[in-house]
C-alpha cells in the first residue's frame, strides 16, 4: 500500500513534468474528455519508458509545484466512479489504478494512478490514441504505436506456435467442450457457431492463429500425449491431499486438456459442510467449506499465470484440516495483492496474455481482473479468514481457509457491517500477526480500529465495546506503565526489597496479552530503570528498594 502523501512530496520534487507526470490546476473543473486523452497518454507513455504507471495530479501548480487546491468532484463516490467513466472508453476497458485525495493546510489534492499500457496494446481513448512530447498532448505517433504493437509475443510464451502440432493433436471432446462454452460467451453467435468446422472455430476462439496451433491451444484442448509438443514446458496439475500432521494419505496427477482437467480436480476436492457453532442469529446455519466460486478462480488463476518457461507443474494441496493451498509457478506481476484489491480493475500486464484472452472467450474466467476481488469478498461474507497470499521464490501461493479461526474476531466483523473490504484486509493481518506498514497503522488508528503500539497491537476500546469483547480487551490491553511502576513501589513499601523475578511474578499476568514473555519481562526492566532515573528507588546488594526520604 502507497504512503500518498510521500508519495505527493517526491511528486512534486521532481524539477520538471515528463511525459509520465502531468500537474494541473484544476481549481473548479476539469474537463472529462480531455482527461480520458491524458489518461490514454499517459498510459502509453509509462509502456514506452518502462514505468510501473504514470501520474496525473490536480490542485498543484505546473510552474513551481505549489498546492493551490481542486474543488473538481469534492463527492469522493462521484470521484471514484471516475474508474467506470474512463473505463468505458478505453482499450480493454483499462482504468486508473488508484485514486488517491490528500488533504493538506495549502488546500485538496487528488492523485490519479495510472497504469502502463499492456505489452503490445497501445491503449486508446474513444477510438483514438494520444500520447505525450514532452509536455504537450498530442496523439500517438507512428514510430510509437507500432513500438507498442510489436510487443506483441515478444515475452509471451502461450502465443508461440507448435510447429509439429496439427488438428489431430487436440482432443475431440475438449473441443465440442470449449465451443458450449464459447456458444454460452456468445449466446447472438449460437447458429453461426454451429456451421463452422473445428478449425474456424478454433480461430474465431483466438485459441489458434490462421490454423496453427498454439501453446494455448495444447493447453487448454490438446490430448494427453501432446503434452511432449511444449516441452520444455509441463501441462500438469497435482491434487496431494494431507492429513492434520501434513503428511500425504493420496494424490493424482492431470495433465491437458486443460479444460476438462479442472472439473476432475475440482472433484477430487471434499468440500465438506462447516457448521457454525451456535451463536445467534449472526450466522447461517451451514455452508460449504470452500465456495465453488473460489475453487474454479483460483485453479483458473493458476492455469492463466503460470511462468510454464520454468517447467514446473501447478499444485493443489488439500489439507484435512480445512485448508486449501494452490501454488503456481512465476513471480506475481502486480507486485502485491493490496494492489489488484485496490484497483478493482483490469490488470494491464499479464504474463500470458493470449491465454488468458482465451480463457476469457471460453467462459473460464469471467473478466480479467476483479475475480480475486470477489474471492476476498466471498470470504468475508462467510466470516472466514481472507485468502492469503505468499509471493515468494518466484511462486505464488494461496491459502484458503475453509472454517472460522477465531469465533471472536468472527463475530466482531458480523456486528460491524459498516467496515470495508480494505478495513477487513488489516484487520484480518492483525488476527494473522502480520506486520503492518505506517500507512496501514495510520488508517486503523484514525478508524479507532486499534490500539497498542507497533507491533504488538490489540482491538480497539471502540470495537471491543461494539462487538462484546471488552473482557479480551482489557486482557490484550493489560496495565499501562504507570499502573506498573505503582505496583513496583507498593511491593517495596510493603516488603522493603525486592529482585526483579519477584516484580515479573506480580506484573507479567497483567501485562498485556500482545506481549510475548521476554516482551513482558523487557517492559518490567524498562519500568524499574525508569523509577531510578526517577530517584524513587535504587539497587543495592542484588536488590531493588526505596530511595532514601522515600
Request: charged share 30%.
Amino acid at each position: 500500500m502507497i504512503d500518498i502523501e510521500a508519495k505527493l512530496d517526491d511528486l512534486r520534487s521532481q524539477i520538471s513534468e515528463t511525459e509520465v507526470l502531468e500537474f494541473k490546476e484544476a481549481k473548479n473543473n476539469y474537463d472529462s474528455k480531455k482527461l480520458g486523452k491524458y489518461f490514454s497518454a499517459l498510459s502509453n507513455e509509462a509502456n514506452l519508458s518502462g514505468k510501473e504507471d504514470a501520474w496525473l495530479i490536480f490542485g498543484i501548480k505546473d510552474k513551481d509545484k505549489s498546492i493551490v487546491g481542486t474543488q473538481f468532484r469534492t463527492d469522493t463516490a462521484k470521484l471514484q466512479n471516475l474508474k467506470a467513466e474512463i473505463a468505458d472508453k478505453t482499450t480493454h476497458r483499462i482504468t486508473f489504478r488508484e485514486i488517491y485525495e490528500v488533504n493538506t493546510r495549502q488546500g485538496r489534492v487528488i492523485l490519479f494512478q495510472i497504469p502502463p499500457a499492456p505489452k503490445g496494446i497501445p491503449v486508446a481513448w474513444e477510438g483514438h490514441y494520444y500520447g505525450r512530447d514532452g509536455e504537450q498532448l498530442n496523439a500517438l505517433n507512428l514510430e510509437e504505436l507500432e513500438r507498442i504493437r510489436k510487443q506483441a509475443g515478444e515475452d509471451d510464451w502461450s502465443i508461440g506456435i507448435c510447429e509439429q502440432a496439427t488438428l489431430s493433436d487436440l482432443s475431440e471432446e475438449a473441443i465440442l467442450k470449449a465451443r458450449e462454452l464459447y456458444a454460452v460467451k456468445n449466446p447472438a453467435l449460437l447458429e453461426e457457431i454451429k456451421q463452422w468446422d473445428d478449425m474456424t472455430f478454433l480461430n474465431k476462439a483466438k485459441i489458434c492463429i490462421k490454423g496453427r496451433i498454439t501453446h494455448t491451444a495444447i493447453l487448454l484442448l490438446g490430448k494427453p500425449e501432446s503434452e511432449s509438443l511444449i516441452n520444455p514446458a509441463v501441462a500438469k496439475i497435482s491434487w496431494i491431499l494431507k492429513d492434520r500432521d501434513n503428511i500425504e494419505k493420496d494424490y493424482a496427477h492431470f495433465c491437458c486438456p486443460f479444460l476438462l482437467s479442472i472439473e476432475k480436480v475440482h472433484k477430487k476436492i471434499r468440500n465438506l459442510k462447516y457448521r457454525y457453532l451456535p451463536g445467534g442469529s449472526l450466522f447461517p446455519d451451514e455452508v460449504d467449506s470452500y465456495d465453488p466460486y473460489i475453487i474454479r478462480e483460483a485453479l483458473n488463476n493458476c492455469i492463466a499465470h503460470q511462468d510454464y518457461t520454468l517447467g514446473g507443474k501447478i499444485n493443489v494441496i488439500e489439507n484435512e484440516d480445512s485448508i486449501l493451498i494452490f501454488v503456481n509457478m512465476g513471480s506475481f506481476i502486480p507486485r502485491t495483492i493490496e494492489n489488484v484489491i485496490t484497483a478493482d480493475a483490469p490488470e494491464p500486464q499479464y504474463r500470458n496474455w493470449f491465454l488468458a484472452n482465451a480463457m476469457v472467450n471460453l467462459n473460464m474466467i469471467d473478466t480479467i481482473g476483479s475475480g480475486i476481488r470477489r474471492m476476498f469478498t466471498i470470504q468475508k461474507r462467510k466470516f472466514f479468514p481472507l485468502p492469503e497470499y505468499t509471493l515468494t521464490n518466484n511462486q505464488v501461493k494461496v491459502v484458503i481457509t475453509g472454517k472460522v479461526l477465531d469465533m471472536n474476531y468472527a463475530k466482531q466483523l458480523a456486528q460491524m457491517p459498516e467496515l470495508s473490504l480494505d478495513d477487513i484486509m488489516l484487520l484480518d493481518k492483525i488476527q494473522k500477526h502480520k506486520p503492518l506498514n505506517n500507512a496501514e497503522i495510520r488508517k486503523l488508528r484514525q478508524k479507532r480500529l486499534i490500539e497498542g503500539r507497533k507491533p504488538n497491537f490489540h482491538i480497539s476500546s471502540h470495537v471491543a465495546g461494539k462487538t462484546g469483547q471488552k473482557a479480551d480487551y482489557m486482557s490484550l490491553k493489560g496495565i499501562d506503565d504507570n499502573y506498573c511502576k505503582k505496583m513496583i513501589i507498593d511491593y517495596l513499601r510493603e516488603f522493603s526489597k525486592g529482585k526483579r523475578a519477584d516484580f515479573e511474578k506480580v506484573l507479567l499476568d497483567k501485562l498485556p496479552d500482545v506481549l510475548d514473555e521476554q516482551q513482558k519481562k523487557n517492559r518490567i526492566k524498562s519500568n524499574l530503570q525508569s523509577l531510578r532515573k526517577e530517584g524513587i528507588i535504587c539497587f543495592e546488594g542484588k536488590r531493588w528498594k526505596m530511595s532514601e526520604g522515600r
